[in-house]
């Protein structure tokens, strides 16, 4: 028995009803996925300053603790600073010592000259010559003063930014060497976002930008504008030859994976409960921005 036509009219309706929301729901994904300006790969990253004494010695106190926030200019640990206080005062005997050296050699120059004739020319220009070489001595001395004055001072090693140090495992007794990292120090002024964003999306993405960033594990979200967009990834289908040609992958795969482009994101707010750990995961959506928004922000920034 064939069904009616109202019945048939009825079953196609709800057909190409379900068949339109399919459509839609498929286009809305595809630009979601594929083309809206978001991803899921992004990183809460910062600085972190490897700090290294620029004298060794035995580390006689430390100043800080394993996490503990740190202001630019704080002290942290000090080296030794009773060998440099001996090796200052040593320098300062050196040149003491030099400048009477010099003293002497000018008056015995000046003696010559005034004798005249009853001294050898040969005599008077020998004066002359002790007394370059003496303040050259002195000219040295001053320098070795001056390094031992240095290294006074860099026995004190303070906190160049504004910081938390983290994974402190450095104690009293413990010897350092000069240019050999001793605490790591995260930078926090230097906290940002970076989001790694498919290469087609970036035609969506404009400096100035505002972006929204909910890191994982967090409630609130955080605001943020791009800051700038990476000029360059690594190549890994080339690399150098012996012979310092290219040497090309000759393999290719059909099935091209979009490349991912670090953005990095600049934080403009960030609410007082969230806690900035370098590493953490984000997402990262840039939200869509006109010029003139842009240039609004760019100005409010400065």
Known sequence: MKPTTPRFLARFAVTAVAVLFALLAAG?????????PWTRDGRLRADVVQLAPDVSGIVTSVSVRDNQPVT??????VIDRARFELALKQADAAVASQRTALAQAQRESVRNRQMGALVSRQEREQGVARVEQARA??????????????NLERATVTAPVNGIITNLELQSGDSVSAGRQAVALVDTDSLRVEGYFEETKLSRIHVGDDVSIRIMGERATLRGHVESISAGIEDRDRALGPSLLPNVNPTFSWVRLAQRVPVRVALDHVPPDVLLVSGRTATVTVLPTDDARRRENAQARR
């Open 28 to 36: 809305w994904m595809w630009r979601h996925y594929q083309v809206e």
């Open 137 to 150: 001595a002195l000219d040295q001395a001053i320098a070795n003063r001056n390094v031992a004055a240095l």
């Open 72 to 77: 630019k200019g704080q002290e942290l640990f």
